[in-house]
């Protein structure tokens, strides 16, 4: 059984900084490329970040490049996302995702998702 189980999110000031996780099982973690998408109440569950199968190339939303860092451990089956001077638009529910191929928009590549984590970002 797939499991992607996400981990790390809370209630922040504005400028404050969390790290989120994504503990997976159940698949060869480092046969897919990984992924962090953000669904805000009432919207679209948007593309944060994505990572290659090996770590190597990474993409981000315009609206996190330069404040957030995603990386993967492939020893540890471990997805991460650092979140630095956050901003109250950044209040979400996060979602680890898989795919077979690395993700620059859209869900639509997507192969199994987490059950996710509430990030608030308190202005």
């Known amino acids: 059984q797939v499991q992607l189980a996400e981990s790390g999110g809370g209630l922040v000031q504005t400028g404050g900084r969390l790290r989120l996780s994504c503990a997976v099982s159940?698949?060869?973690?480092?046969?897919?490329?990984m992924a962090w998408f953000r669904q805000a109440p009432e919207k679209e569950r948007d593309l944060v970040a994505s990572?290659?199968?090996?770590?190597?190339?990474?993409h981000y939303g315009d609206s996190v490049k330069g404040r957030f860092t995603i990386s993967r451990d492939n020893a540890k089956n471990t997805l991460y996302l650092q979140m630095n001077s956050l901003k109250p638009e950044d209040t979400g529910v996060y979602y680890c995702?898989?795919?077979?191929?690395?993700?620059?928009?859209?869900?639509?590549?997507?192969?199994?998702w987490g059950q996710g984590t509430q990030v608030t970002v308190d202005s």
């Open positions: 990572i290659d199968w090996i770590g190597a190339r990474t």
């Open positions: 995702a898989a795919s077979e191929r690395p993700l620059v928009a859209g869900t639509s590549g997507v192969s199994y």
């Open positions: 159940g698949l060869s973690f480092s046969r897919y490329a």
